[in-house]
C-alpha cells in the first residue's frame, strides 16, 4: 500500500506492505538508520520516535498508522547549523554515550520530556526515560545531559 | 505476502461497518500494543486491521450528568492528563501512570486494555472499583455491560465479534471520596503487574465508613469487588486493626476464587499488606504523605 507522511519536515511517499512495522519501514525503506532495533517487542525503546510530537515505540507501529502524520526520528534532531543540537552535545559532554545503541531512543525521549516539561527533576527525567533500556548503564550521565540542557534551555527562554 | 491488509476508519460508524463487512475478517487496531505483537505470534489472527485510533470521538474525555465519559481510543497518556479524571478518578490515574512506560502510555488505550483483556491489565481493576460500564456498538444496535461483567477471565471478554467498545463511563463518585491503586510488579518501569489493589472509600459525618470498595487485580480469574470484604469495613470506625482484619480476609477471599497457586505463597502476605496500605490511604489520607 502507498503510505504518505512527513519525515523529519519533509513529505515522503513510499510503498510497503500494510503489515510493515513503522521500524522497518523508516530503517528499510526510508535509510533511516539512526532508528534502532532492540527487543523488537516494545520493551527496550531503542526505536523510539516522534509520532506527532509524542514519543513512541516505531516496532509496535504499523507503518500504516503514520499515513498523513508527522513522524520525527534522530535524523531529524540537530542543531540550526547541522551538527549536534544542545542536547545531543550535552549527552557528549556529559559521557553519556557508551556504545551508542540506546542514545537515539534516549535523545528523542529527552526532547519529547523537554518540548512538555522544561523545569523537569530528577524522578521526572528518570520517569521520561523508563521505557528507554542503556544496557552500558550510563543512567546517570543521560539524567544529567537532560537536567543541563532543561536549565539551558530555560535561562535562554527567560533571557 | 501481507498477513493482513489495513483500512483508517475515520468515524465511529464507519468503524462498526468495516468491522462488519462480510467474508472479511477483521480487527480494531488501535493503541497496537497488543495487536500488533499478537498479529506476529498469530498470522491467521485476521485479515484485515480497521485502524480506529484517529476517531475523533473516540478520543473525547467528558461529563454526562454525574457520569465521566472516556471515549474507547483514548490512550492512557491522555488519561492521564484530563482534568475531569485527575478529579474525579484518582485511582484511574495512580492505574493509567504504571502501565509500561511513556512510549506504551502514549499508544497504549484504556479500550485496548479492556478488551484485550490481559490478567495484569492495570486499568481494569481501577475501572471495576469505579463500577464503570462499557458501551459496545454492534451492526444490530447498542448494548452496555459493567466492566466486571464484560470481562470473563483473562484475555476472555463478551464483546461479540464484530461489535465495536465505543466507551468507559462511571459514575463520579461521591464528595469526599478517595481512591488509591498499588502495583506490585519487578521494577517500576514496564514491569507486568504481579498483583495490584484498587480501593475506594468514603467516611460519613461521624467519622464511620459510608462506602468502601475495594478490588484486587491479578488475583482472581474474574475481577470483581470482594463485597464480603466492603462489607466487614461498612459503618466501622476506621482503624489499623480494621485494615488488617479486612486484608486477611481479601486473601481469603482470593484463595477461595481462584484457588491455591503456585504462586499463592507470595501473594497471600503480598495481598494482605498492599490491602491495609490501600485502605489506610483511603480512610486516613492526612498519612499519605507521612
Known sequence: MKIELTLNGAPVSVDAPADTSLLELLRDHLDMTGVKEGCGIGECGACSVLLDGRLVNSCLTLAAQAGGRKVITIEGIRGAEGGPNDLQQAFIDYGAVQCGYCIPGMVLAGEALLARNLEPTRAEIREAIAGNLCRCTGYQQIVDAIQATAIKRQENSNG | MERFSYVRATSIAEAVALLNEPGIRSRPLAGGTDLVLLTRAEPALCNRVVDISL??????????????????????????????????????????????????????????????????????????????????????????????????????????????????????????????????????????????????????????????????????????????????????????????????????????????????????PALIAMTARALAQVFEPERRNA
Open chain 2, 55 to 268: 476517531i475523533p470521538d473516540l478520543h473525547r474525555i467528558h461529563r454526562e450528568g454525574d457520569r465521566v465519559v472516556i471515549g474507547a481510543a483514548a490512550t492512557f497518556s491522555e488519561v492521564i492528563e484530563s482534568p475531569i479524571v485527575v478529579q474525579t478518578a484518582p485511582v484511574l490515574i495512580q492505574a493509567c501512570r504504571q502501565v509500561g512506560a511513556t512510549q506504551i502510555r502514549n499508544m497504549g488505550t484504556l479500550g485496548g486494555n479492556v478488551a484485550n483483556a490481559a490478567a495484569c491489565a492495570d486499568s481494569l481493576p481501577a475501572l471495576v472499583c469505579l463500577d464503570a460500564v462499557a458501551r459496545v456498538l454492534t451492526p444490530q444496535g447498542e448494548r452496555e455491560w459493567p466492566v466486571s461483567e464484560l470481562v470473563r477471565g483473562p484475555n476472555r471478554t463478551i464483546i461479540p465479534t464484530g461489535g465495536l467498545l465505543v466507551s468507559l463511563s462511571y459514575p463520579a463518585p461521591l464528595p469526599g471520596s478517595q481512591s488509591v491503586f498499588i502495583k506490585l510488579g519487578r521494577r517500576n518501569a514496564m514491569a507486568i503487574s504481579r498483583l495490584t489493589v484498587a480501593a475506594l472509600g468514603r467516611l460519613d459525618s461521624a467519622g464511620r465508613i459510608a462506602e468502601a470498595r475495594l478490588v484486587p487485580g491479578s488475583a482472581t480469574p474474574q475481577i470483581c469487588r470482594f463485597n464480603a470484604v466492603e462489607a466487614s469495613l461498612l459503618g466501622q470506625a476506621p482503624s489499623r486493626d480494621l485494615y488488617q482484619s479486612a486484608a486477611r480476609l481479601t486473601a481469603e477471599e482470593m484463595i477461595r476464587l481462584a484457588g491455591r497457586r503456585w504462586s499463592s505463597e507470595f501473594k497471600e
